[in-house]
Structure formats: C-alpha cells, structure tokens
Nanobody, 123 residues
Framework: QAPVVESGGGLVQAGGSLRLSCAHS????????MGWFRRAPGKEREFVAA????????YYADSVKGRFTIARDSAKSTVYLQMNSLRPEDTAVYYC????????????????WGQGTQVTISS
C-alpha cells in the first residue's frame, strides 16, 4: 500500500478552476496508474482520470474529457488534476489511488485511498 495525501479542493463558482494535488511516496510498486476518483453525496465513487506510471498515458471519464487534465511531476512525487470549466455536478470528494487500473471494463483503485479533498462548485 502506498499512502497518498490529496489537497487543493475548495469552493468555486461554476466556470472556475481548481488544481488538485496528490502527494505520494517516492517508491511506487504498482505497475499500473495513478487515478483520481470522486464521490458525490449519495453516489458511488466514480473514476475521473488516470495517468500511467510507465509511459504517462492519460485516460479520462467522458464527463470530464476536455475540461480536466491529469499530469505528474516525478521529481516532486506528485500527481495533479487541473480542473477547468467546473460545473455544479463536479461537486464531490476527490481521491487518488496509486494502484489504478482497468478491471472488468471499469477503472478501479487497488491501493489505499487518502482522506480526499472536498470540491464544491456553486451555481
């Protein structure tokens, strides 16, 4: 298990931007990807984006494609999620997971989650 710490959430108006950070340990044992997930009130946790450890390929949920960008800074052991054109439906607690991969057709996290960071978008 690789501990992570999410940060960068906050309250912004619709159309605004936020950048989330996920600080992770320097040694990553997972061969797969770092993923961002979110859980909105009353809903299940859902996949948002992922970046592969091996070649930095990126993957996005359809709902955020074109608005969110995932990137990594290996020197800082941090993965970022730049979120633009935010909508009220993006309101959720956002989590990252260092062992993310597609399993049975669905993106899932297999390492430990952090505490998450709250993102609230006002209309």
């Amino acid at each position: 298990q690789a501990p992570v710490v999410e940060s960068g959430g906050g309250l912004v108006q619709a159309g605004g931007s936020l950048r989330l950070s996920c600080a992770h340990s320097e040694r990553i044992r997972s061969p797969w990807a770092m993923g961002w997930f979110r859980r909105a009130p009353g809903k299940e946790r859902e996949f948002v984006a992922a970046i592969a450890w091996r070649d930095s390929s990126t993957y996005y949920a359809d709902s955020v494609k074109g608005r969110f960008t995932i990137a990594r800074d290996s020197a800082k052991s941090t993965v970022y999620l730049q979120m633009n054109s935010l909508r009220p439906e993006d309101t959720a607690v956002y989590y990252c997971d260092t062992g993310t991969r597609k399993y049975e057709g669905k993106w899932r996290g297999f390492d430990s989650w952090g505490q998450g960071t709250q993102v609230t978008i006002s209309s």
